[in-house]
C-alpha cells in the first residue's frame, strides 16, 4: 500500500531579520504562525520642496525613495496588499497594530475594515516634544495615531489589562499616550552622525504595546523593521520577533542594535494578570479539598453571617445559595463578589475566602510546572 507524506510546513524564522519586500516576505511565511504584528508602514508624506528653520537651517525631513508613491491609488493598492499579507500570517486570535500620521492613516483604516480587521481602538500618541511648526501657517502637529485591530470580529485577542493598569499607578490606562520622540541616546546615527532612520520609534512606545498585547515567547512580526525597535523591545521582554527590510543600512543598524540588547530576565517579563484570565476555582472546591467545612461559619462586612454547607452553597435563616447570591440577597444589592464578601475565623483571626481559593490557585499552577 502506497502511503504519501505531506512536505514539512516551513520553519518560522524566529529573531531573524528577513532582507527583501515585504509582501513578498510575507506570503512565503506559515499562514496563521503569529500572534502580533506591529506595522510602521510609509507614511506617503506628499512633502512639496524644502523647510527650513527660522535660522534658515534644513529641516531633516523623509524624502526617501521608500515613501514615494505615484498618488493614492498606488498607496491605497500597496496597503491593502500588505495588510492582506500580514492577516495570512496571524493567528486566529492574532492582533496588528498600524501607526500612521494623518497623511496616511484614515486611508490605512479604512484598508483595514475593507481586508476583514477587526478594529478595537484607535490610541494618539502625543509627542511630548514635538517639532515646532516653523512657518506658522499650521497647527504644530504633537501627534501620530495608531490604530489596533484583531484578525477577524470575536476573535480571543490578548490584552493584559491589569498590567497596564500596574503601568499606569493604578489607574485604568487611557488611550491617549504622551511618550517622548526618540532623542539622545536612544537615537541611532550613521557614519556621518546623522541619524540612521528619520522615523525611529521609541522604546517606550513599543515597550507598552507589546506588554498590553502580547505575552512572554509570542511572535511578534513587523514588516517595516527599520532599524529594528520591535525587534530590541521583544528581545528584552522576552518576546520572540520577526523582521522584514529591504535597506541594507537599516539592516545592519538593526542587527548591531539588537545584538547589544541585553538578555531578558525570566524572573522579570512576567505582568500582573487579570483576575478573569487566572484559573477558576469553585467554592465547592474549598468544601471538598477540608479547607471549610460543612456547617462552619462564614462573616460578612458588617455581622452577617452564613453557614457553609456540604455542596458549596450557603444557608441563612431567609436564603440559600452561592457566596455570591447570598451576599447579595443580605446586602440588598443585584450583585456581590462573595470571595470578597466572606470571611472565616482561624485563632480568632478573620480571614478571606479568598486567601484559599489562591492556595488551590498556586498549587494548580505547580501541578502544571511539575
Same mark, same amino acid.
Given at each position: 500500500?502506497?502511503?504519501? !507524506? +505531506?512536505?514539512?510546513?516551513?520553519?518560522?524564522?524566529?529573531?531573524?531579520?528577513?532582507?527583501?519586500?515585504?509582501?513578498?516576505?510575507?506570503? &512565503?511565511?506559515?499562514?496563521?504562525?503569529?500572534?502580533?504584528?506591529?506595522?510602521?508602514?510609509?507614511?506617503? *508624506?506628499?512633502?512639496?520642496?524644502?523647510?527650513?528653520?527660522?535660522?534658515?537651517?534644513?529641516?531633516?525631513?523623509?524624502?526617501?525613495?521608500?515613501?514615494?508613491?505615484?498618488?493614492?491609488?498606488?498607496?491605497?493598492?500597496?496597503?491593502?496588499?500588505?495588510?492582506?499579507?500580514?492577516?495570512?500570517?496571524?493567528?486566529?486570535?492574532?492582533?496588528?497594530?498600524?501607526?500612521?500620521?494623518?497623511?496616511?492613516?484614515?486611508?490605512?483604516?479604512?484598508?483595514?475594515?475593507?481586508?476583514?480587521?477587526?478594529?478595537?481602538?484607535?490610541?494618539?500618541?502625543?509627542?511630548?516634544?514635538?517639532?515646532?511648526?516653523?512657518?506658522?501657517?499650521?497647527?504644530?502637529?504633537?501627534?501620530?495615531?495608531?490604530?489596533?485591530?484583531?484578525? &477577524?470580529?470575536?476573535?480571543?485577542?490578548?490584552?493584559?489589562?491589569?498590567?497596564?493598569?500596574?503601568?499606569?499607578?493604578?489607574?485604568?490606562?487611557?488611550?491617549?499616550? !504622551?511618550?517622548?520622540?526618540?532623542?539622545?541616546?536612544?537615537?541611532?546615527?550613521? %557614519?556621518?552622525?546623522?541619524?540612521?532612520?528619520?522615523?525611529?520609534?521609541?522604546?517606550?512606545? *513599543?515597550? +507598552?504595546?507589546?506588554?498590553?498585547?502580547?505575552?512572554? %515567547?509570542?511572535?511578534?512580526?513587523?514588516?517595516?523593521?527599520?532599524?529594528?525597535?520591535?525587534?530590541?523591545?521583544?528581545?528584552?521582554?522576552? +518576546?520572540?520577533?520577526? %523582521?522584514?527590510?529591504?535597506?541594507?543600512?537599516?539592516?545592519?543598524?538593526?542587527?548591531?542594535?539588537?545584538?547589544?540588547?541585553?538578555?531578558?530576565?525570566?524572573?522579570?517579563? %512576567?505582568?500582573?494578570?487579570?483576575?478573569?484570565?487566572?484559573?477558576?476555582?469553585?467554592?465547592?472546591?474549598?468544601?471538598?479539598?477540608?479547607?471549610?467545612?460543612?456547617?462552619?461559619?462564614?462573616?460578612?462586612?458588617?455581622?452577617?453571617?452564613?453557614?457553609?454547607?456540604?455542596?458549596?452553597?450557603?444557608? !441563612?435563616?431567609?436564603?440559600?445559595? &452561592?457566596?455570591?447570591?447570598?451576599?447579595?440577597?443580605?446586602?440588598?444589592?443585584?450583585?456581590?463578589?462573595?470571595?470578597?464578601?466572606?470571611?472565616?475565623?482561624?485563632?480568632?483571626?478573620?480571614?478571606?475566602?479568598?486567601?484559599?481559593?489562591?492556595?488551590?490557585?498556586?498549587?494548580?499552577?505547580?501541578?502544571?510546572?511539575?
Amino acid at each position: 500500500m502506497m502511503t504519501t !507524506t +505531506r512536505p514539512a510546513a516551513p520553519a518560522l524564522p524566529l529573531d531573524t531579520i528577513l532582507s527583501g519586500d515585504c509582501i513578498e516576505t510575507m506570503r &512565503s511565511l506559515p499562514e496563521g504562525s503569529v500572534d502580533l504584528i506591529f506595522a510602521d508602514p510609509p507614511y506617503n *508624506l506628499q512633502l512639496k520642496g524644502t523647510l527650513h528653520r527660522p535660522d534658515n537651517s534644513l529641516v531633516d525631513a523623509v524624502d526617501d525613495a521608500w515613501d514615494q508613491f505615484d498618488g493614492f491609488a498606488a498607496y491605497d493598492r500597496f496597503t491593502k496588499d500588505w495588510l492582506a499579507a500580514a492577516r495570512r500570517l496571524l493567528k486566529p486570535d492574532g492582533a496588528i497594530w498600524v501607526i500612521g500620521s494623518y497623511h496616511n492613516i484614515f486611508r490605512v483604516g479604512a484598508a483595514l475594515q475593507d481586508t476583514g480587521y477587526w478594529l478595537l481602538n484607535d490610541v494618539v500618541w502625543r509627542k511630548a516634544n514635538p517639532m515646532p511648526n516653523f512657518r506658522g501657517k499650521r497647527f504644530t502637529n504633537a501627534h501620530e495615531t495608531l490604530i489596533w485591530a484583531s484578525r &477577524s470580529e470575536g476573535a480571543k485577542y490578548t490584552f493584559n489589562y491589569d498590567a497596564l493598569k500596574a503601568l499606569n499607578e493604578g489607574l485604568q490606562m487611557r488611550s491617549d499616550w !504622551t511618550i517622548p520622540l526618540c532623542t539622545g541616546h536612544e537615537r541611532l546615527k550613521d %557614519g556621518n552622525g546623522d541619524k540612521a532612520h528619520p522615523t525611529q520609534k521609541p522604546e517606550a512606545l *513599543l515597550h +507598552r504595546i507589546l506588554v498590553a498585547t502580547t505575552n512572554p %515567547g509570542d511572535v511578534v512580526l513587523d514588516p517595516f523593521f527599520g532599524t529594528g525597535t520591535t525587534g530590541a523591545v521583544a528581545r528584552m521582554l522576552g +518576546r520572540r520577533w520577526i %523582521g522584514i527590510e529591504r535597506e541594507p543600512a537599516y539592516i545592519a543598524a538593526a542587527t548591531a542594535r539588537i545584538g547589544d540588547v541585553r538578555p531578558y530576565d525570566r524572573a522579570a517579563i %512576567g505582568t500582573a494578570t487579570a483576575k478573569r484570565q487566572e484559573p477558576r476555582v469553585p467554592f465547592g472546591a474549598l468544601v471538598e479539598r477540608g479547607l471549610l467545612r460543612p456547617g462552619e461559619v462564614l462573616e460578612g462586612p458588617r455581622g452577617q453571617t452564613a453557614k457553609v454547607r456540604a455542596d458549596g452553597t450557603l444557608v !441563612t435563616a431567609d436564603h440559600a445559595g &452561592s457566596i455570591h447570591q447570598v451576599g447579595a440577597a443580605l446586602e440588598g444589592a443585584p450583585s456581590c463578589n462573595g470571595w470578597t464578601f466572606w470571611h472565616f475565623r482561624r485563632e480568632g483571626q478573620r480571614i478571606p475566602i479568598d486567601v484559599l481559593r489562591q492556595q488551590l490557585r498556586a498549587e494548580q499552577q505547580q501541578a502544571g510546572l511539575d
